[in-house]
């Protein structure tokens, strides 16, 4: 099933259930204060349960493209997270539980979406049976529910406050979360239920493939890599490049500025490290070229730009040449070290070396080190920043590690969990 299906069969589904659709907003928060972007679908809607916003119905759902800045490219991007995506939601206001909330999400899933039953948990705290009898007799098998002793706990910071019930779905060599519902309680002391189900994680599953990187949402794009950057599909690198590449077009045609202050400085950073990261790895073909098949990629998740590609194109033009610039001095200038320190004429490089450049000329200590390293020089205590793990329900699926047994790993986590605690 294509994206744009999926997109239809989500609206169609609660729209047959008397739910009612909220506009779309753009990705650049407009409402001032709080953060710069919409980063999930509930920030634009967040009045409804803040209860500064009376909601138009009990029942309401948005399809919200979101610009999650959170996300970090910094090592390999996950197959399950980009900065931008597509957040289908649905609400409720008005309910006394979440038991009808859990059998529409069941309902969407198996009969809107066609997930197998039989490939479906949910995890649900131990001690709401209430919740548990309701998705068993929906149709879950009762093995199918992981029950934890303390919820996974939702939190908007002084304003609300919840639990989330997780849906996760087996798929290849291990599982991924699917969909949530959420459990929220706000300043009035009223229970509100979100959702969430992405776009791009579902259409990629019900196509069959390991990634979104398969489908028709990023190939146009990953076909363009590997003709001017000579990576793969499967390359790691290329799926950084198509990544970000991606979600930079989207926020820059949905009216997005490269600026030096506000959501336009978030933007150009992003920006600014993708570049960074290419020209270290010797990637110089132009990202304006990557304009046109990224807007192909959009297309087919619902937004036509199109009419945005020389505007666009230009933008990442100006904003590589200044790059460019920049770089080629940075490695003048290490290569000018290099050649004192060969004569004789400085001595070895150390850490402090790395901070000098870094504050004086804005020489990052990655390219520093790749540039000396290169030409036989090392920086003396140097070591490659290690990057923290941390848990995270997709942590078996992004690391290819066989775990067929949901239940077992998913009750294994909370108990690493608390260990850490």
């Known amino acids: 099933m294509k994206a744009l299906e999926v997109r239809e069969r989500y609206a169609e589904f609660l729209l047959n259930k008397g739910y009612a659709k909220l506009p779309e907003r753009r990705v650049v928060n407009a409402e001032g204060d709080g953060p710069y972007f919409n980063g999930s679908a509930l920030t634009p809607n967040i009045g409804y349960f803040s209860g500064q916003k009376e ?19 910094d090592e390999v991007p996950s197959p399950l997270w980009t900065i931008f995506q597509v957040m289908m939601s649905y609400y409720q206001f008005g309910q006394p539980d979440l038991r009808e909330a859990l059998t529409v999400g069941w309902e969407l899933l198996t009969e809107g979406m066609g997930m197998r039953r039989d490939d479906l948990y949910i995890l649900l705290p131990q001690d709401r049976q209430d919740l548990q009898r309701v998705m068993i007799e929906a149709g879950m098998p009762e093995d199918n529910l992981v029950l934890w002793r303390r919820p996974v706990p939702f939190r908007v910071e002084g304003m609300l406050s919840g ?27 009223q229970l509100k239920v979100d959702s969430c189900l992405l776009l791009e994680r579902v259409a990629f599953l019900l196509q069959g493939k390991a990634s979104w990187f398969e489908t028709e949402m990023f190939l146009p794009l990953m076909q363009k890599i590997e003709e001017l950057d000579g990576l793969t599909w499967q390359a790691p690198f290329g799926h950084r490049n198509a990544a970000t590449i991606r979600s930079l077009v989207a926020a820059l045609a949905d009216g997005a500025q490269l600026t030096g202050k506000g959501p336009g400085h978030v933007v150009k950073k992003i920006l600014r490290e993708l570049l960074h990261d290419r020209y270290r790895r010797g990637y110089e073909a132009g990202l304006r070229e990557y304009v046109e098949p990224t807007l192909h990629c959009l297309r087919q998740i619902g937004y036509d ?10 933008l990442f033009a100006t904003e590589e040449h200044s790059y460019r610039k920049v770089h080629l001095e940075s490695v003048k200038y290490l290569e000018k070290q290099v050649n004192l320190a060969v004569g004789g004429r400085r001595g070895p490089f150390t850490l402090d070396d790395l901070a000098v450049w870094k504050d004086s000329r804005g020489i990052t200590a990655e390219l520093a080190v790749d540039v000396l390293t290169a030409r036989g020089q090392a920086v003396e205590g140097y070591q490659k920043k290690a990057i923290q793990p941390f848990m995270t329900f997709s942590d078996a699926y992004d690391a290819g590690e066989p775990a067929q047994d949901v239940k077992a790993w998913l009750l294994d986590m909370e108990a690493r969990s608390y260990k850490k605690a």
């Open 55 to 73: 909601p138009e119905s009990q029942y309401l759902f948005t399809q919200q493209r979101v610009f999650w800045t959170s996300y970090s490219y």
């Open 163 to 189: 639990f989330y019930c997780k849906f996760f779905l087996r798929h290849r060599h291990a599982f991924l979360p699917m969909f949530d519902v959420v459990n929220i309680i706000g300043p009035d002391g």
């Open 305 to 314: 730009w199109m009419e945005e590609k020389d505007r666009l194109e230009e």
